[in-house]
């Protein structure tokens, strides 16, 4: 054990069941058991569980010069540290999209001074996009791929998508993708709005999709609705909060606030995407956020999208103390797999670890807009019950302590394809 750590976490109660002192010392757990004295910051943690902090390997940061309004890297991150999340994956529908290199060096560079936790930047899947130049710039994964069009994603088209795998395949780069079918017609209400993209058109697309892949692609399916799309995947996949929390049922039909891509589905729907939990590989919130007066307009006009970041792992753990799910299942959803699939090391309450942890209460509590931090100013959840975080401790330094955040651990994870400049 090293002579001074920086932060010993005490009584903390991790999962099995164990209650140890956590020893910090640069950035990385070094002792789990009796820890020693000396630390500089020491943490009492008598009563709370202790979890690795989660991998949010979905979201949409926005910021830039046009949607800034919706949410920016601070206000984003803030949230996501609130919710337990130390690493968020950021998707490339900014504006303009990330498809250049310049375009993800400057996203890199607003990333850096705005972040509150660890990121990841997506390149984007366009037909001129500079994949190879992407690559060696540092994007971590590439997508989501629009298979489907969506806000701010313009579909690709499938000669296009069959030339960009292969090269990305190439490139032993991971590419995710989203898969829609999209029917024409009025769209007005919820249920219109499933009824045109609808989860029998996602399957259909995620079966054609794979057959577009290269074999052995690295994939990843983004935000799988329907259980007939998890039979269709032929690689891993993810689900989202909003799928397995929410229905049609419970918003007024004409409700943009509900309004996503893929659409939220019927109450049978969601029951069946939790009969699958077991099935589920990764959990991540596309954190969409859009602003209340956008939602709020015609159904018809108003932009698809939800904020979540910081409601996933709460409402997760909500389940979690219902005894309707196992802890173990949510941590692989939402920090194990997310790290394997993305080929990064992943946060863990053991010796050598990063020191990504999040400390929670035994309470769950009711969920509400006023208490969240997103610059969206609203939350599809309010009223439901969720678990959130006391404190947060990224990379070692500990970003959020009842209500305070504290700005300095916002690491860039760079993809494996990053080349160093000085290296050129
Ligand atoms: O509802 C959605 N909103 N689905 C997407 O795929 C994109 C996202 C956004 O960026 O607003
Ligand atoms: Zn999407």
Same mark, same amino acid.
């Given at each position: 054990?090293?002579? $001074? %750590?920086?932060?010993?976490?005490?009584n903390?109660?991790?999962? *099995?069941?164990?209650?140890?002192?956590?020893?910090?010392? /640069?950035?990385?757990?070094?002792?789990?058991?009796?820890?020693?004295?000396?630390?500089?910051?020491t =943490?009492? @943690?008598?009563?709370?569980?202790?979890?690795?902090?989660? =991998?949010?390997?979905?979201?949409h940061?926005?910021?830039?010069s046009?949607?800034?309004?919706?949410?920016?890297?601070?206000?984003?991150?803030?949230?996501?540290?609130?919710?337990?999340?130390?690493?968020?994956?950021?998707?490339?529908?900014?504006?303009?999209?990330?498809?250049?290199?310049?375009?993800?060096?400057?996203?890199? &560079?607003?990333?850096?001074?705005?972040s509150?936790?660890?990121?990841?930047?997506?390149?984007?899947?366009?037909?001129?996009?500079?994949?190879?130049?992407?690559?060696?710039?540092?994007?971590?994964?590439?997508?989501?791929?629009?298979?489907?069009?969506?806000?701010?994603?313009?579909?690709?088209? +499938?000669?296009?998508?069959?030339?960009?795998?292969?090269?990305?395949?190439?490139?032993?780069?991971?590419?995710?993708?989203?898969?829609?079918?999209?029917?024409?017609?009025?769209?007005?209400?919820? @249920?219109?709005?499933?009824?045109?993209? %609808?989860?029998?058109?996602? &399957?259909?697309?995620? $079966?054609? #999709?794979?057959?577009?892949?290269?074999?052995?692609?690295?994939?990843?399916?983004?935000?799988? $609705?329907?259980?007939?799309?998890?039979?269709?995947?032929?690689?891993?996949?993810?689900?989202?909060?909003? !799928?397995?929390?929410?229905?049609?049922?419970?918003?007024?039909?004409?409700? @943009? !606030?509900?309004?996503?891509?893929?659409? #939220?589905?019927?109450?049978?729907?969601?029951?069946?995407?939790?009969?699958?939990?077991?099935?589920?590989?990764?959990?991540?919130?596309?954190?969409?956020?859009? $602003?209340? /007066?956008?939602k709020?307009? %015609?159904?018809?006009?108003?932009?698809?999208?939800?904020? *979540?970041?910081?409601?996933?792992?709460?409402?997760?753990?909500?389940?979690?103390?219902?005894?309707?799910?196992?802890?173990?299942?949510?941590?692989?959803?939402?920090?194990?797999?997310?790290?394997e #699939?993305l080929?990064?090391?992943?946060?863990?309450?053991?010796?050598?670890?990063?020191?990504?942890?999040?400390?929670?209460?035994?309470? +769950? #509590?009711?969920?509400? @807009?006023?208490?969240?931090h997103?610059?969206a100013?609203?939350?599809?959840?309010?009223?439901?019950?969720?678990?959130?975080?006391?404190?947060?401790?990224?990379?070692?330094?500990?970003?959020?302590?009842?209500?305070?955040?504290?700005?300095?651990?916002?690491?860039?994870?760079?993809?494996?394809?990053?080349?160093?400049?000085?290296?050129?």
């Amino acid at each position: 054990m090293p002579a $001074s %750590p920086d932060l010993i976490i005490r009584n903390a109660l991790i999962p *099995g069941g164990r209650i140890v002192d956590i020893t910090i010392c /640069e950035g990385r757990v070094v002792h789990v058991g009796a820890g020693g004295t000396g630390a500089e910051q020491t =943490i009492d @943690a008598r009563g709370n569980l202790c979890l690795p902090g989660a =991998i949010d390997m979905h979201v949409h940061m926005r910021g830039g010069s046009r949607q800034a309004y919706k949410e920016t890297w601070s206000t984003g991150t803030i949230s996501a540290v609130a919710g337990g999340v130390t690493m968020v994956v950021d998707q490339p529908n900014t504006l303009p999209p990330l498809d250049t290199r310049e375009t993800f060096r400057n996203r890199v &560079a607003e990333a850096r001074e705005g972040s509150f936790c660890r990121f990841g930047i997506n390149g984007a899947v366009t037909p001129h996009a500079d994949l190879a130049g992407l690559r060696e710039e540092g994007a971590l994964a590439f997508g989501e791929t629009f298979a489907a069009a969506s806000s701010y994603g313009e579909a690709i088209g +499938s000669g296009d998508l069959k030339r960009c795998f292969k090269e990305l395949h190439r490139l032993d780069a991971l590419v995710t993708i989203h898969c829609e079918e999209v029917r024409e017609g009025r769209d007005v209400t919820l @249920a219109t709005h499933s009824d045109l993209r %609808p989860g029998s058109g996602e &399957a259909a697309a995620v $079966s054609s #999709i794979c057959d577009l892949f290269s074999p052995g692609q690295r994939s990843h399916f983004c935000h799988l $609705s329907s259980a007939a799309s998890f039979r269709a995947a032929c690689t891993s996949f993810e689900v989202m909060p909003h !799928h397995l929390f929410l229905s049609q049922e419970m918003f007024a039909g004409e409700d @943009a !606030h509900g309004k996503v891509n893929p659409p #939220i589905r019927t109450e049978k729907e969601r029951k069946e995407l939790w009969a699958l939990w077991d099935r589920i590989p990764v959990i991540a919130s596309d954190h969409a956020p859009h $602003s209340v /007066e956008e939602k709020s307009g %015609p159904f018809e006009a108003a932009p698809a999208g939800l904020p *979540g970041v910081e409601t996933m792992v709460p409402l997760l753990l909500a389940a979690v103390y219902d005894g309707r799910v196992a802890l173990a299942s949510v941590l692989e959803k939402v920090v194990s797999r997310p790290a394997e #699939i993305l080929r990064i090391p992943a946060p863990g309450l053991v010796s050598g670890a990063a020191a990504d942890i999040a400390i929670y209460p035994k309470e +769950s #509590i009711p969920i509400t @807009a006023e208490c969240l931090h997103s610059r969206a100013g609203w939350t599809p959840y309010e009223g439901m019950s969720g678990v959130f975080p006391e404190v947060v401790v990224c990379n070692g330094r500990m970003v959020y302590d009842g209500g305070e955040f504290t700005f300095g651990a916002g690491e860039w994870v760079r993809g494996q394809g990053y080349k160093c400049p000085q290296d050129e």
